[in-house]
């Protein structure tokens, strides 16, 4: 899906925004475009760290490198629910908390441990408005059981 900036812009006006609390306890304004959702700027999301959001009755995870690239996927971790947005994040690697399970953010393939993550496809604006699309659809499929211990 292509836009213009103008175009998404002129259609956000239109959109009455949603407002849904995330678990974490944060709060936010979620904006609705087709199948994209804006969850607002990237700078409440300090470089090195990722956040946890509520889209569409979905909880995902948001991480923001320290190259000021974008990453979205699955909130909970494939093993055993992980928060995953409280993970370490080493360019477009993220390393779970818990078990220190590893993906590559690009891809979701794993790095260390059997379970793939879901990604989204997630893009910035020139206002560095964080935009994510394919919430409901699944980018990357796990590749193995995840009741390992
Ligand atoms: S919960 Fe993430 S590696 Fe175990």
Same mark, same amino acid.
């Given at each position: 899906m292509t836009a213009t900036l103008a175009q998404t812009e002129r259609e956000m006006s239109m959109e009455t925004p949603e407002f849904e609390p995330s678990k974490?306890?944060?709060?936010?304004?979620?904006?609705?475009?087709?199948?994209?959702?804006? &969850?607002?700027? &990237?700078?409440?999301?300090?470089?090195?760290?990722?956040?946890?959001?509520?889209?569409?009755?979905?909880?995902?995870?948001?991480?923001?490198?320290?190259?000021?690239?974008?990453?979205?996927?699955?909130?909970?971790?494939?093993?055993?629910?992980?928060? &995953?947005?409280?993970?370490? &994040?080493g360019g477009s690697q993220l390393v779970c908390p818990l078990h220190a399970w590893k993906w590559d953010l690009n891809t979701g393939k794993p790095l260390f441990g059997d379970c793939a993550l879901t990604i989204y496809p997630v893009r910035l604006t020139s206002q560095r408005e964080i935009w994510v699309e394919g919430i409901g659809q699944e980018f990357a499929q796990q590749s193995g059981s995840n009741s390992q211990d």
């Open positions: 974490s306890g944060q709060s936010m304004s979620v904006q609705k475009e087709r199948e994209e959702y804006c &969850l607002g700027s &990237l700078d409440q999301i300090p470089p090195g760290e990722g956040r946890r959001f509520r889209v569409a009755g979905r909880d995902i995870a948001v991480y923001h490198t320290r190259q000021g690239m974008v990453h979205a996927t699955q909130a909970d971790c494939p093993h055993r629910n992980g928060p &995953l947005s409280d993970g370490l &994040l």
